[in-house]
């Protein structure tokens, strides 16, 4: 089989290797479509070299079939589609002990610590499969995992409808947050300095409005009477967006940090104090936000075509990585089965 396989900073290449049988607990998959997102880029850079092994496949955004399951797996028939939440908790630490295991303190993401998606077939443990409707195309499937991402994110802001909210970057993860916050019965507006990025929003529906050009916190004030914005989704991961956050936030607001900040960055305590702001770390998703995902995408209730800019055969999985690189697409989608 063909696999793209990450061999160092800045380099992958496509190879033929062996493809193994699905050992006991597995379901081999044949891999239709894979997303590239921020955390890929990352590794091509070299950034993660301490978690992933060269050579090796990376990717956890993606949609296939069932090409095959191992012994004692049960439920899923060759063919199904399907789609994998990558996660692998120990399922013994205090955050597993506690209801918490996507969090878990020694979790294993599949398609980093362990062999990812941009391979034609791939072994994953049954656990981590996710049935599909057979009315959901491969190709908005391959997004369910991102927009997961979205739908914990606003489950997390403990978002409900009428409320307002603010959405602070307007890169893949903020558009779907838009989009499930919008889902919800909440008033959105995003902010985005990128042009490009903007007019992606105006065709998704979302209202994006350019930080750079006007005062943000006064908009939302006027917006809302002067009282703030209910949630605030922080998406752009810089000290100054993750500074100007609170700001926003009317009293007990709730600020939603979506972004990873490699370093600590200053935050108005004092703000917090004075308004009894909630400030909520949200990470990865959990398996109910991996079916309202599917769901919304069942429905049809996601435009998402808007956010995949191309799809790229797998023999050129260095030029997507370089092209994500420039920031000159929204979302690619490797096509990875021939």
């Known amino acids: 089989m063909r696999a793209a396989r990450y061999q160092g900073a800045r380099d992958f290449r496509v190879e033929a290797v ?92 599949i398609g980093i610590e362990t062999p990812g998606a941009l391979q034609e077939l791939w072994n994953v443990p049954a656990h981590a499969v996710v049935a599909l409707d057979a009315g959901l195309s491969l190709e908005h499937a391959a997004l369910i995992e991102p927009l997961a991402v979205a739908c914990h994110d606003v489950r997390r802001a403990r978002l409900v409808a009428g409320e307002f909210a603010v959405v602070v970057g307007g890169g893949p993860i903020g558009q779907l947050i838009a989009l499930v916050a919008q889902a919800t019965g909440a008033q959105v507006v995003l902010f985005e300095p990128n042009a490009d990025r903007r007019q992606v929003s105006a065709e998704l529906g979302i209202e994006a409005l350019d930080p750079l050009s006007l005062d943000p916190v006064a908009l939302v004030e006027e917006r809302t009477g002067g009282a703030g914005a209910d949630v605030v989704f922080e998406v752009a991961g810089v000290a100054p967006t993750a500074l100007q956050s609170v700001e926003f936030a009317r009293v007990r607001g709730r600020i939603v940090i979506v972004a990873i900040h490699p370093n600590p960055v200053p935050m108005n305590l004092h703000r917090m104090f004075w308004r009894e702001l909630e400030i909520l770390g949200a990470r990865v998703y959990e398996r109910e936000d991996f079916e309202r995902a599917a769901a919304l995408l069942t429905a049809g209730e996601m435009p998402v075509d808007t956010l995949i800019t191309e799809i790229i055969p797998l023999d050129r999985v260095q030029q997507a990585f370089e092209r994500l690189e420039r920031a000159d697409a929204m979302k690619l989608l490797v096509a990875v089965a021939e």
């Open 18 to 109: 062996e493809a193994a049988e699905p050992a006991a607990g597995e379901v081999q998959i044949k891999v239709a479509y894979a997303g590239i997102c921020g955390t890929d880029l990352h590794i091509f850079h070299g950034h993660m070299d301490a978690r992933v092994s060269a050579p090796q496949s990376i990717g956890h955004e993606m949609s296939g079939t069932v090409a095959a399951v191992g012994e004692g797996v049960t439920g899923l028939a060759i063919g199904q589609p399907v789609t994998v939440m990558p996660l692998a908790p120990c399922n013994d630490c205090p955050a597993c002990r506690a209801g918490h295991s996507h969090i878990c303190q020694n979790l294993d993401f």
